[in-house]
């Protein structure tokens, strides 16, 4: 009888924002670099691009070599900020969002941000995204001690639903998002609108898709989701099953029986020495008998030449006797 599966119903979708809500991941980075130039701590600008999407808790240490809690890493934060706010007013909603947040709320599915954002950003991002009425709970990096690719957010922003990592998705466009939430054991789908990153490096998504606008028309959340946890259920399955045997393929059954036949020839040579050397042991009768069937065996082994040539060579190499000389005959005389 089959392991009945327990489907586990979507009720919470978490939701980065640089990126997957809001066109924003280019300004990030040219706040920092522009604000570390300001500093007297230049950077290169793709270095600086490829660690968007990571708090600054991480980024900072990593593209300037400065602690973040230190007094100069946090000016180096503040001024950032700054640089990033004058920005945001020019920057973009991702291609969709609003109408795949408005689905999802229909369905009466949580939404829920869970962003490496600082606390106080969130809402101008939300603002922007055009998406903030939406929202029912938000999570940034002052809810974690460490921010993405840590699982503490996410892990965050489940305690604040009540709900289990099972019930749950995420939506998000880095790498960083889909580390933080496998480790989370949250099912994760990414987007490529934020830029930079290609398929590859986001591997680990459920799906990868061009925008929300493609989620919202190709991707089947109640099926997806099911399929996942099927694959995680087998998973789990098999790690845990102590009678499970899987079937071995056809290369591995040849090279077993091959292992098989000749480990059965070294039992058979072995054994048959063991029996000749204690039969040499052995007295009496027994021991003799023994020798002379082991003597035949090896005798049926070894090539030889057949008995018919044997006749033959043995009948050629006798020395024949020289034939004996014929008398000549007496022819009688005639009486005259």
Not at 106 to 113: E, P, T
Request: proline fraction near 4%; charged fraction near 30%; charge should be positive.
């Amino acid at each position: 009888m089959k392991n009945q599966i327990k489907m586990t119903r979507l009720r919470v979708v978490l939701l980065d924002i640089d990126g997957t809500l809001l066109l924003s991941n280019d300004a990030h980075a040219r706040a920092f670099v522009e604000a570390g130039k300001s500093m007297g701590l230049p950077a290169n600008y793709l270095s600086i691009r490829r660690l968007i999407g990571k708090g600054g808790d991480k980024l900072i240490p990593e593209g300037f070599g400065v602690d973040a809690e230190s007094e100069r890493g946090k000016k180096l934060d503040e001024a950032k900020r700054r640089i990033f706010k004058s920005s945001i007013s020019s920057l973009q909603p991702t291609p969709g969002a609003r109408q795949l947040l408005t689905k999802l709320r229909k369905d009466g599915i949580q939404l829920v941000v869970a962003t490496s954002a600082g606390k106080e950003d969130v809402t101008l991002l939300l603002k922007q995204a055009r998406v903030l009425d939406l929202i029912d709970q938000t999570t940034s990096s002052d809810d974690a001690e460490s921010s993405k690719p840590e699982p503490d957010i996410i892990q965050a922003a489940l305690r604040k639903t009540g709900e289990h990592a099972r019930a749950a998705l995420m939506i998000g466009d880095t790498p960083y998002d889909v580390e933080a939430a496998v480790r989370a054991g949250v099912p994760i789908i990414t987007v490529r609108c934020g830029g930079f990153w290609k398929d590859a490096d986001l591997r680990g998504s459920l799906s990868i898709f061009d925008d929300p606008a493609a989620i919202l028309v190709h991707f089947d959340f109640s099926r997806q989701i099911a399929k996942s946890q099927v694959n995680d259920n087998r998973k789990l399955r098999h790690m845990t099953s102590k009678t499970e045997v899987t079937k071995p393929s056809g290369l591995l059954v040849t090279a077993a029986t091959s292992i098989g036949k000749v480990a059965g020839k070294i039992v058979g040579l072995v054994t048959r020495n063991s029996s000749e050397v204690a039969a040499t042991k052995a007295p009496g009768l027994n021991a003799k008998k023994v020798r002379t069937s082991a003597k035949k065996k090896v005798a049926k082994k070894k090539p030889g030449i057949s008995k018919t040539m044997k006749a033959t060579v043995k009948s050629s190499s006798r020395k024949r006797k020289p034939a004996a000389p014929r008398k000549a005959r007496r022819t009688p005389r005639r009486s005259e």
